[in-house]
Every structure is written in C-alpha cells, then in structure tokens.
C-alpha cells in the first residue's frame, strides 16, 4: 500500500478502531513514566494520535496530535479538548525546530513503510528540544504485510525487527534507550521504548 491507500485504509477503520479499544491498560500508565521527567507545561506531540481517547487525552494541556487520517482526528476533535491537531505524514512533521518537549508513538510508527522509519526517527529527533524524551512502541518482528479483514477493512504493517529498530533510533540521534513490556488495547502484550533526544 502507498501512503495514499494507507491514508484512506485509516479514514475507513477509524471508528472501529476506536470502539475496540481498551482506554486502559498498563501501556497507559506508561504516560506516568514519560511525564515524571518533563515540566508540567512540556509540549507533547502524539504521533499518530488517532481518536485521542488512549495516549493524546492523558498528556500535559500543551498536547499536539498528529494524525495522517482525517476521520481519526475529526475523533480527536471531539474527544480531546484543547489539543492542537495536525494532519500529516510522520515523514514530515509540520513543527518548528526544536519545538516539543517529548513525542508518544503507539502503535504508530509500523504503519509507515520501513525504509521510511529512519526518516520518521530523524523527524522526531528534529522536533524535539535537545534532552527531550521519546515514548514508542517497539515492534518485535520483522515483516511487511497487509492484513485483510482488520478492523473490517485492510491495514498495512512494516517493521525491520526489534535491534534493527533500536539502532536506527541510535543512529537518529537518540540516547539512553530502555524498553518495558506493558499491555496494548487490543489486548496483548507489546515492548515500548523509551529514549532521550
């Protein structure tokens, strides 16, 4: 799938996707974490925010989500007041410099194609001020797929595998990388990573 189709893949499953899942869960309370170690104004950007309801709702006032569908972030609107919201590609994330205190990306980042990623990983490190903080999921295999039925629709899936994905985010810039294991909404288990700009 193209950037386009998987645009258009995520404004079809959006509603369903948010209906399934789970608002809590241990993955949640990895916000806790991230947030002990940043000024109670930080700036935080949400990459790949979707409707809002599971990461970009718990953080500080200064929230920003970004999203490449439009549906998921008309569901944001509704559900996440006060938050600035941004639609567009990861690959080219419309802030200054510089500008944000830390970035979340559940769930997120295996959606764009994997010899995109690096340049995701360089976009965050672009936005971040130097010291700032990275929360993401961490993919565990190594595969690109389209999955036919999920969430009623079809969804495509990238990652270069676990130690290829810590090493790019090294090689991006990022420090002081250390992963935990939490509960995802769908239900099943899933490694983050936290990191430092």
Do not use: K
Not at 90 to 114: C, E, K, N, Q, W
Request: charged residues 30%; negative net charge.
């Amino acid at each position: 799938m193209d950037r386009n189709e998987i645009r258009r893949a995520w404004d079809e499953v959006s509603e369903t996707y948010a209906r399934r899942r789970d608002p809590t869960g241990s993955d949640a309370a990895l916000i806790d974490d991230l947030l002990d170690d940043l000024p109670p104004d930080a700036t935080v950007l949400d990459a790949g925010c979707g409707d809002g309801a599971r990461t970009l709702t718990n953080l500080p006032t200064g929230r920003v989500g970004l999203d490449v569908s439009r549906r998921g972030l008309e569901l944001a609107e509704e559900r996440v007041s006060g938050a600035r919201l941004l639609q567009a590609d990861m690959t080219a994330i419309p802030l200054a410099d510089g500008s944000v205190d830390a970035v979340t990306a559940y769930h997120a980042v295996f959606h764009v194609p994997r010899e995109s990623q690096p340049e995701v990983y360089r976009e965050f490190v672009r936005v971040l001020r130097p010291g700032g903080r990275l929360l993401m999921t961490l993919p565990g295999g190594r595969f690109e797929t389209v999955r036919e039925g999920w969430m009623g629709g079809r969804m495509f899936f990238s990652a270069p595998g676990r130690e290829r994905t810590l090493a790019q985010l090294r090689e991006a810039g990022f420090a002081d990388l250390r992963t935990e294991t939490a509960t995802d909404p769908l239900g099943s288990s899933t490694e983050f990573v936290f990191a430092t700009r």
